[in-house]
């Protein structure tokens, strides 16, 4: 492991009907779907990030209401810096992106009802916190497993 090498990964939270997005990617084995996200590219600002993320991935437009939750993976390699952000759609239609540039290309974008999640290989922990309207948002969370992702 390169000690000197830390990834900033940025999340987004889009939830509307009481239903939240997800993008399915074949990230980890034990999890197909995530929240839309990924790196943040040299230069860029953390919503800056989140916008592109959204954009590329969701086809949506959308602007950063809150910083949820920051947490980190430390034995990842590199380490990971997670910033997790809730977020508004101001435009855009929810489309499958073309993936020509992706290395791990996502498959399927969709809005599932939160109370679904876990047969998404979401913890109970995560609906929890989503469905209690993210307490203690803003804050460092330690470990991502804190939060239940």
């Known amino acids: 492991m390169d000690n000197n090498l830390i990834c900033v990964r940025v999340t987004g939270l889009f939830i509307e009907n ?3 997005l997800l993008v399915k990617q074949n990230v980890t ?34 602007k950063v ?12 390699d590199p380490s990971v810096l997670h910033i997790t952000f809730l977020l508004e759609k101001t435009s855009g239609v929810l489309t499958l992106p073309s993936n020509e540039y992706e290395s791990t290309p996502i498959h399927d974008v969709k809005m599932v009802p939160i109370h679904d999640l876990v047969s998404y290989g979401f913890s109970e922990k995560f609906i929890e916190i989503v469905e209690n ?5 803003g804050n ?3 470990h991502k497993r ?3 992702l």
Do not use: H
């Open 140 to 142: 460092y969370k330690g």
């Open 65 to 76: 209401r809150q910083l949820l939750y920051v947490c980190d993976l430390p034995e990842a």
């Open 29 to 62: 084995s034990d999890r197909k779907w995530s929240l839309p996200g990924g790196k943040l590219e040299c230069g860029e600002s953390l919503a800056d990030g989140i916008m592109r993320e959204m954009k590329e991935e969701t086809g949506l437009e959308i």
């Open 18 to 20: 009481d239903e939240i």
């Open 133 to 137: 309207g993210f307490p203690d948002a």
């Open 146 to 148: 804190n939060i239940g």
